[in-house]
């Protein structure tokens, strides 16, 4: 506070009150000439109490010294106002410190919240200057980053682009279209694979993980095996998942040719495990 506001703070001395005598000898007079003289007065509002206040301290301020010239009035403008020096622009603001260490996603948690990190820090320990609207990150006493502060549920994440890893910041401009016109592209199987993952989740773009994943898994396997385990994954089930695809793929499932009928909303009662009246209308042998 004292940095900010360009001042220095000399504190006396504990249990020595003669250290700043003048400053302890007035907080006696101000209960004399204020306190005491408001003690029996009513008032319905602060705002009412402190406007009574200042009117008190004008007068005790402009009543002269006893045993020398002035009043501390006088004092202030002659001696002390032309070393003031004019406010910041902006006011200072409590911060609170805290260690945190970079995950291994590049993002630290504060107040469990996630603000991102330039990648090279992952692992690192950093201290972290908490403000009411402000994160700032430092490392070695130098600030690396600084995110406005999150509110509301827990587990929001604020993410700058430029800190992410290159093969991460290749996938940032990715979106519901552009996922289903990749997919189109690889096949038919791909494509509507990936529209069922969309249309899984309430809200769109919690599937773009799952997207990115098939992505991944088209890198890995290639292309034309990706396409062949969505289409076995649509024989089992008309709303596949990102799991199920990567599972058969782990195993090869993709390669083994299956030209039975797959299952659809229509005929899917068809494959469960029925049992007819016979069955239940049996007696016991």
């Given amino acids: 506070m004292a940095e900010h506001y360009d001042t ?27 306190i005491a003289a408001l003690r029996n007065q009513k008032y319905f509002s602060l705002t009412a109490l402190n406007q009574a206040i200042r009117e008190k301290l004008e007068v005790f301020n402009r009543k002269p010294f006893q045993k020398k010239e002035g009043s501390r009035l006088s004092v202030f403008l002659e001696q002390e106002k032309p070393f003031l020096q004019p406010l910041p622009g902006t006011p200072y603001e409590l911060a609170t410190w805290k260690i945190a260490i970079v995950q291994l996603n590049y993002h630290i948690a504060v107040d469990k919240m996630n603000y991102s990190v330039p990648y090279e820090y992952i692992k690192r320990k950093v201290d972290v200057r908490v403000t009411r609207q402000v994160i700032e990150v430092f490392f070695n006493n130098h600030r690396i980053c600084s995110h406005p502060r999150l509110y509301g549920y827990p587990g929001q994440y604020s993410t700058m682009e430029a800190h992410m890893p290159p093969d991460h910041q290749a996938y940032v401009q990715w979106n519901a279209d552009r996922f289903k016109a990749w997919a189109r592209k690889i096949g038919p199987n791909t494509e509507t694979t990936v529209k069922a993952v969309l249309s899984s989740h309430k809200v769109e773009q919690q599937g773009y993980k799952s997207c990115l994943a098939l992505i991944k898994l088209a890198d890995k396997y290639s292309v034309i095996r990706l396409e062949a385990a969505c289409k076995k994954a649509l024989f089992y089930t008309p709303v596949p998942s990102y799991k ?31 049992r007819g009246a016979e069955y239940y209308g049996r007696k016991a042998r």
Avoid at 10 to 31: C, H, L, Q, W, Y
């Fill in 244 to 274: 199920s695809v990567k599972t058969i793929l782990s195993t090869g499932q993709d390669k083994i040719d299956n030209s039975s009928e797959p299952v659809t909303p229509d005929n899917a009662a068809t494959y469960g495990f029925t």
């Fill in 8 to 34: 220095a703070v000399v504190p006396a001395r504990v249990r020595k009150p003669k250290d700043k005598p003048n400053a302890e000898g007035t907080v006696g007079n101000i209960s004399t000439w204020i």
